[in-house]
Nanobody
Framework: QVQLVESGGGVVQAGGSLRLSCASSGSIFRINSMGWYRQFPGEQRELVATLTIGGSTNYPNSEKSRFTISSDSAKNTVYLQMNSQKPEDTDVYYC???????????????WGKGTQVTVSS
């Protein structure tokens, strides 16, 4: 079983920065993809950024100029650096990690419990 623990959320003023972290632990043979999502209560979860094992990144919305996804493979940790934050960035942020948990290539997809980010105006 794979567990994800997010940290780094909090309250920041508009224009400020936060860095979210998501540490993976448990039965992990290889991580193939990592991503960050966000969700406002009552709304659908929205993809913020993804990072593949090959280093490809994807920012499907307009955050590419302000957000950066990265990882530390030695620590099985994925980060989301958020700069120039806006009040509309206020959400619960979730990390998602997919990969194989053994060398038989049995796959897993895990979610963290979320970390609250609040940007004040």
């Amino acid at each position: 079983q794979v567990q994800l623990v997010e940290s780094g959320g909090g309250v920041v003023q508009a224009g400020g920065s936060l860095r979210l972290s998501c540490a993976s632990s448990g039965s992990i043979f290889r991580i193939n993809s990592m991503g960050w999502y966000r969700q406002f209560p009552g709304e659908q979860r929205e993809l913020v950024a993804t990072l593949t094992i090959g280093g490809s990144t994807n920012y499907p919305n307009s955050e590419k100029s302000r957000f950066t996804i990265s990882s530390d493979s030695a620590k099985n940790t994925v980060y989301l650096q958020m700069n120039s934050q806006k009040p509309e960035d206020t959400d619960v942020y979730y990390c998602n990690v997919g990969g194989f948990w053994n060398n038989d290539y049995n796959s897993f997809a895990a979610w963290g419990k979320g970390t609250q980010v609040t940007v004040s105006s």
